[in-house]
């Protein structure tokens, strides 16, 4: 079973005129590690509600929302379209939260051995979703659109392991299941997007033999069901 969707979205010169949108952006970067370069353009659901709470992800949301509208809302009219093919429903941008926003990775020698830890994307469960009342938690997305890659390239690591078979179970006995399975690479190429499902368990891949002159940048979103509708949101 194919677990990713891969959609040409941006072509080199669109990718191109992001990067240097970012960059002129960068007063509003956010740092996120304390010792390498690693940063977010607008809020992300698990570093802010995951780390801080609700009320500050919102806070932050309703700062750089504006910001990434005003900058991004073609490249959003473009994932919206490629969305609607894949997901055959209606999409809309979640405002109310915070919107698909951007990972920056800096050329640092720690990202060339780790990037991000193990995990599924569950922060769906930090946020507030009362006004979309049933919603479909089974069944999430996520998304991620590279836009400027390191010259010997990235990707994502991901297991065949979806965070439903790891319920009930000791942390003990999701170790051993988890040992079990093999570990897959998935190269990004730019202009790209991936779809697939959060739930299935992945990891930033490392930048090896990356340079210095290296960036990783991407567009990172998650979209959930509720009320007949696809929600965009970070």
């Known amino acids: 079973k194919n677990m990713f969707q891969e959609i040409s ?6 990718c191109g005129k992001v990067n240097s949108t970012i960059q002129k952006l960068r007063k509003n ?3 996120r590690h304390a010792l390498a370069p ?22 932050l949301a309703k700062q750089n929302n504006p910001i990434l509208e005003s900058n991004f809302g073609w490249l959003y009219e473009k994932i919206i379209t490629s969305l609607k093919r894949y997901l055959n429903g209606s999409i809309s941008l ?7 926003g951007f990972h920056i990775f800096q050329y640092h020698p720690m990202f060339t051995i780790k990037t991000g830890e193990i995990h599924c994307d569950l922060q769906f469960k930090n946020l ?4 979309l009342d049933p919603l479909d938690i089974e069944n999430p997305i996520s998304f991620t659109l590279s836009i400027d890659l390191p010259k010997k390239g990235a990707g994502l690591y991901y297991w065949n392991y979806l965070y439903n ?3 009930g179970l000791s942390k003990m006995e999701i170790k051993k299941e988890f040992q079990r399975k ?23 891949a490392p930048m090896k033999n990356s340079v210095p002159s290296d960036n990783r940048l991407t567009l990172q979103g998650h979209a959930i069901y509720g009320k ?4 965009l949101y970070w």
């Open 228 to 231: 007949g509708t696809w929600h």
């Open 9 to 14: 979205v941006l072509n080199k010169k669109e």
């Open 165 to 167: 078979e790891s319920i």
């Open 29 to 31: 970067w956010i740092q």
């Open 38 to 59: 690693l940063f977010t353009l607008g809020a992300a659901s698990y570093f802010d509600a995951k780390l801080k709470g609700r009320n500050y992800y919102q806070k």
């Open 182 to 204: 093999k570990r897959n690479y998935f190269p990004y190429t730019e202009g790209k997007m991936i779809i697939h499902s959060g739930l299935l368990v992945h990891q930033i």
């Open 94 to 100: 979640d405002t109310y939260h915070a919107l698909p």
């Open 128 to 131: 507030d979703w009362s006004m």
